[in-house]
Nanobody
Framework: QVQLVESGGGLLQAGDSLRLSCAASGRTFSRYRMGWFRQAPGKEREFVAAIKSNFDTYYADSVKGRFTISRDNAKNTAYLQMNSLKSEDTAVYYC?????????????????WGQGTQVTVSS
């Protein structure tokens, strides 16, 4: 069982930067692939970024070049650095974890989920 707690959300203006954190419980964090997803009001949850245990990273086209996912296995924490924020980035951001190493389902299938943190970007 893995518990995930996101933090770092807030109210910002377009063009600002923000870093989200995802603290994970458990001793096997380094083996998990970690993902960030977001859900805007009235929309379905969508994939944002993922990082595998070997530090390979994946991004949605909408955030590529602006967002950076990273992980610190010593701190059991994953991060999402968000730069050049836009109003369309407004959403609840969720952290997710999964024990699979493969690329299969990396944008869709995760076992563990956090409670989410709100990010609001005003234009």
């Amino acid at each position: 069982q893995v518990q995930l707690v996101e933090s770092g959300g807030g109210l910002l203006q377009a063009g600002d930067s923000l870093r989200l954190s995802c603290a994970a419980s458990g001793r096997t964090f380094s083996r998990y692939r970690m993902g960030w997803f977001r859900q805007a009001p009235g929309k379905e949850r969508e994939f944002v970024a993922a990082i595998k245990s070997n530090f390979d990273t994946y991004y949605a086209d909408s955030v590529k070049g602006r967002f950076t996912i990273s992980r610190d296995n010593a701190k059991n924490t994953a991060y999402l650095q968000m730069n050049s924020l836009k109003s369309e980035d407004t959403a609840v951001y969720y952290c997710a974890a999964d024990p699979l190493f493969s690329d299969s389902g990396i944008t869709t299938s995760y076992v563990y989920w956090g409670q989410g943190t709100q990010v609001t970007v005003s234009s």
